[in-house]
């Protein structure tokens, strides 16, 4: 039995050795020999080599190991071989050869800028900024009234601003379009020279409407070419790359596109407004639309509230007009209203601050000349009050990326990364989740709620804001003056703006702000003179003690947002 299993053992090891030919590895046989084929001798075949584990690694976090292909858990980058060729397939997919072919891709806004730029050097010739001009006489006044220079420079600066503007916009697309490498400060050149094509008609004072309407059109859309569409200059890649969409202990995704969408339509029709009363300081129209109030002092009648304001002392302290200069704020609102992604609030929270700054701050200026119209002024603009509203509802829309941004600079803080450079770059996060929400492929009801998702609107806020419009008219319908006048416009007009941002959920305890306020309207009647009757006087009691009252209750939470849930009282 042993010999035989010997025998056996070795006819199976014989078995197995095969012979082929080397110019003709198709010929294999089991025995030595020729080639049929060359005649040359077979040699022994070499058996074929187990395959090798093969393992994926992560180019940005080396820690990361698979057996299969995939992407990184950390930065969501796909994973490459890991082992003899690993330094060739980690090279070929570093993060800068990916941000090229990123750019590659994305090449045509670049192009369009180019062709911009050509129509830049033309326009002065093709819009007629050098022809004969002749001014009317609204034109006339903006020019007395300010202490212009002649027409005739403004209009040769204007040309030569849009020919060097388009000389620049040329060699910035042409260094940005560079398909072999990537070029972001000339990106960012392009859209600061957009910049300035929005300020130079108002730096100018251009009387002519086509230099107005071209330069804001093609200003914004190089700033929208240059760093909207194409890929952000600067942002990191694994922020590009990583995760999550919905920051950690949030039931939301803050970013998403609807719910920026309030603020773009609400910044849209600021934009509208502010472009009429920009072209009616320029002089490029001879009136604007009123429908309520027919100015003051000595031109009542003449003017109309709206041309009254837009033409006061306070306008004119401005050294541009600050309609038109409403008009870009608002373009640049809307530019960052719909830039980069749901997860900006983590890769780009330079950009999640800057526009912070142009609805919150800005919002309080606007308030403040609605607030001073009736004081210094003597009256009121209808379109100005329109676009402050809409300024102020923007507000508690804003407020929960800002809060989503803060939170996760912290975290990095803590992380040890670095804060600067994290604050303009961003980077991926621990924690979260996708965004779950269909976005716009939703029905028209399921997009209000994603919109609107953050802002509630608890009845005791909305009679907040009743009360505070009833008392900026309480001259009107108690007949105060003076002092007690100014007093209820002014609390008035602050108790709408704070609790219209107290809305927001992450801002709910704005609201107490309206204690102090109404405290003071208590106190008030007995201490400033114009109350003008008891009844005013009660008005005043009464509209107090219902501020206080109604900001006790914190009204409707129905989302969660991680540590701030123990702000939001």
């Not at 000339?186 to 020279?193: K, P, S």
Request: charge should be negative; include cysteine; aromatic fraction near 10%.
């Amino acid at each position: 039995m042993h010999e035989h299993h010997g025998e056996h053992g070795y006819a199976a090891t014989a078995a197995a050795v095969e012979y082929t030919c080397p110019m003709h590895p198709e010929v294999v046989r089991r025995e030595p020999g020729s080639c049929p084929k060359c005649g040359m001798n077979l040699v022994l075949r070499e058996p074929a080599a187990a395959p090798a584990t093969v393992e994926y690694t992560c180019p940005m976090h080396s820690e990361i190991v698979r057996s299969q292909p995939g992407h990184c858990p950390k930065c969501g980058m796909p994973l490459v071989p890991r082992g003899a060729g690993a330094h060739d397939a980690a090279h070929a997919a570093s993060p800068a050869d990916m941000m090229v072919e990123t750019h590659r891709n994305m090449l045509w806004p670049h192009y369009v800028n180019l062709m911009l730029g050509f129509w830049l050097l033309l326009s002065p010739f093709t819009l007629g900024y050098l022809s004969d001009f002749s001014p009317d006489a609204n034109q006339l006044r903006v020019m007395a009234e300010r202490g212009l220079p002649s027409f005739e420079w403004r209009n040769m600066a204007m040309t030569w601003s849009d020919v060097a503007s388009g000389i620049l916009v040329i060699l910035f697309s042409a260094l940005s379009a560079d398909a072999w490498r990537r070029n972001p400060w000339a990106q960012w050149a392009n859209a600061f020279v957009g910049l300035w094509l929005l300020f130079a008609p108002l730096m100018f004072w251009t009387p002519l409407p086509e230099a107005y309407a071209n330069g804001t059109l093609v200003g914004a859309l190089v700033i929208a070419l240059s760093v909207l569409i194409p890929m952000m200059p600067g942002m990191s890649m694994a922020g590009m790359m990583g995760k999550p969409d919905v920051p950690p202990g949030w039931a939301y995704c803050p970013s998403t596109w609807l719910q920026r969408m309030p603020i773009g339509v609400l910044a849209m029709v600021g934009f509208l407004i502010a472009r009429i009363l920009g072209a009616y300081q320029l002089g490029h129209l001879d009136s604007v639309w009123e429908p309520f109030f027919a100015g003051s002092g000595e031109m009542k009648g003449v003017m109309n509230g709206t041309e009254t304001i837009t033409t006061s002392d306070v306008s004119k302290a401005w050294p541009i007009p600050d309609g038109a200069l409403g008009g870009i704020v608002y373009t640049l609102e809307l530019v960052m209203a719909w830039m980069a992604g749901k997860d900006r609030w983590r890769t780009m929270p330079w950009m999640v601050l800057g526009f912070a700054i142009l609805i919150l701050p800005l919002g309080v200026v606007s308030i403040y000349f609605i607030i001073i119209q009736p004081i210094v002024i003597g009256t009121w603009c209808t379109l100005c009050l329109i676009a402050a509203l809409a300024m102020a509802v923007m507000i508690p829309y804003s407020l929960n990326e800002f809060v989503a941004m803060g939170q996760f600079l912290v975290w990095a803080r803590r992380q040890g990364k670095p804060f600067w450079r994290t604050f303009w770059t961003g980077d991926a996060m621990d924690g979260g989740m996708d965004d779950p929400d269909k976005g716009l492929v939703a029905s028209p009801a399921e997009q209000w709620a994603q919109a609107t998702r953050g802002v509630t609107y608890p009845w005791t806020l909305l009679a907040s804001i009743a009360i505070g419009v009833w008392l900026t008219f309480t001259r009107l319908t108690f007949d105060t003056s003076g002092a007690m006048a100014d007093s209820d416009h002014l609390i008035g007009a602050l108790a709408v703006t704070f609790s219209i941002m107290a809305l927001a959920e992450v801002g709910r305890a704005i609201r107490f702000i309206n204690v102090p306020f109404g405290a003071w309207l208590i106190v008030a009647p007995w201490l400033l003179d114009g109350a003008g009757s008891t009844a005013a006087i009660w008005n005043g009691v009464a509209s107090g003690a219902l501020l206080i009252l109604l900001a006790l209750p914190r009204g409707t939470v129905g989302d969660a947002y991680a540590g701030w849930d123990r702000c939001i009282v």
